[in-house]
């Protein structure tokens, strides 16, 4: 019974089942690139790239000429006008060509537009790199889950095997009851952590799917194995890396020029404004007439405000206080850096110690374990701790495996 019953679990746990209807092969690269063309994530950076290209483009656009029209027409009477001879309808046409030739605000919002546009390709670079990491995590995790579901499938397989041999035992008399009791637990235990394992399978697979986006039951084929390769690096060249190269750090160095940019701006309100402007109008009781009026002008214009009771002042001091918090949340990015490539790498060294040992401790319990193999049943009990202790470090050695991945 407890034959047919491992035989229907490893059935139903098999996670290559070829009567799958979608399978895609993966190697670490394709999901890569997958996850970079189809996140999300990444979609949403993007259209904040073309929202601040478009904010610069708005912002340069302020300094060009301009060409404004003004129409109108109305119904005029009166004593005044009737003298005239103008009573009734009356049309009006003025058109303007502007030109801003000193504005302090308006270039001081192109620069800070400029450097928007530099933090929001860098905000897309971070993302990048963030969805980079999460495929790549999320790859190995797959292998993670799989060999544990492998581990699982080999312990469930010894486990049945001793206990058919503990019930031949048991039949001849040689065994008490209490030991075919005994075995049917770490079996029942033992599938029990099969469907776990591979139910975590299937959620790594899922969880894989939605980041590369493809549909989340879909079956994948990844013939990679999850193996260790020595990290050679050392502390202190990886930290001074990322503070060069890490976009996040150089997107919070944008956002101090743009924040004393605009301090800058705010200085505007000190200066006068000047613009060149060319207008000419007519009217008349016909569209497009000029028998009423017909004049134009070309100049210079300038207006400058001269006391504004502080207004400028405390917009300077708040935007002064605007870059000095820029500045603290940049020296704040320096350090998450740093403490993050520092916790990574001694995470790194202690799962590469780790997974040395446990790899030991595997080899010595299937050592044990082979040692044991046909004695006499006095020793099984020891043989069925060592099969419980090699599942365990089987499954410590992979999982401390992939912390150093």
């Known amino acids: 019974m ?19 209807a979608d399978r895609v ?3 670490l690269n394709e999901t890569i690139r997958m996850a970079l063309e189809n996140n999300r994530t ?37 004593d005044t006008y009737k003298k005239q001879g103008r009573d009734g309808a009356q049309w009006s046409n003025t058109g303007q060509i502007g030109m801003p030739l000193f504005n302090e605000s308006a270039r001081g919002q192109a620069v800070q537009a400029r450097y928007g546009l530099n933090n929001a390709d860098l905000t897309l670079e971070s993302t990048k790199q963030n969805i980079r990491e999460q495929a790549t995590a999320d790859y190995f995790q797959v292998l993670q889950a799989r060999n544990l579901v492998n581990v699982q499938q080999e312990s469930v397989h010894i486990l049945n095997e001793h206990l058919g041999n503990v019930n031949a035992q048991y039949h001849v008399g040689t065994v008490a009851k209490n030991d075919v009791l005994s075995s ?9 952590s099969l469907v776990t394992a591979q139910n975590n399978y299937n959620i790594a697979v899922a969880t894989l799917n939605n980041l590369i986006g493809l549909p989340t039951d879909t079956e994948l084929d990844i013939r990679d194995q999850l193996k260790y390769e020595k990290y050679d690096l050392q502390l202190g060249n990886c930290t001074e890396y990322a503070l060069v190269n890490r976009p996040d750090g150089l997107a919070r160095e944008y956002t101090v020029k743009q924040a004393e940019a605009a301090e800058k701006t705010a200085h505007a309100g000190y200066y006068p404004v000047v613009n060149a402007a060319a207008s000419k ?3 008349d009781d016909h569209p497009f007439g000029d028998d ?15 006391f504004d009771n502080g207004v400028t002042a405390a917009g300077v001091n708040r935007a002064h206080a605007a870059v000095l918090q820029a500045k603290e949340a940049k020296d704040q990015t320096d350090e998450s850096i740093r403490l993050e490539v520092r916790t990574a790498f001694l995470s790194l060294q202690a799962a590469e110690k780790e997974h040395q040992d446990d790899e030991g401790r595997c080899y010595s319990c299937r050592g044990r374990i082979q040692d044991r193999t046909g004695s006499l049943f006095g020793r099984r009990r020891d043989k069925s701790r060592c099969h419980g202790c090699a599942g365990k470090a089987d499954i410590g050695a992979h999982e401390l495996l992939h912390r150093a991945l």
């Open 2 to 20: 407890a034959a047919v019953i491992t035989a229907s679990l490893l059935s139903s746990a098999s996670f290559t089942s070829v009567y799958a």
């Open 25 to 27: 092969s993966l190697d």
């Open 42 to 78: 990444i979609h949403q950076a993007l259209t904040g790239v073309d929202q601040a290209k478009w904010q610069l483009s708005s912002a340069r656009r302020t300094l060009g000429p301009t060409l404004t029209w003004q129409a109108a027409a109305v119904y005029v009477g009166g």
């Open 184 to 192: 049917q637990v770490q079996l029942a235990n033992a599938q029990q």
């Open 281 to 283: 109008s007519i009217a």
């Open 292 to 306: 009423y009026q017909d004049q134009w002008q070309v100049g210079v214009n300038a207006s400058w405000n001269l």
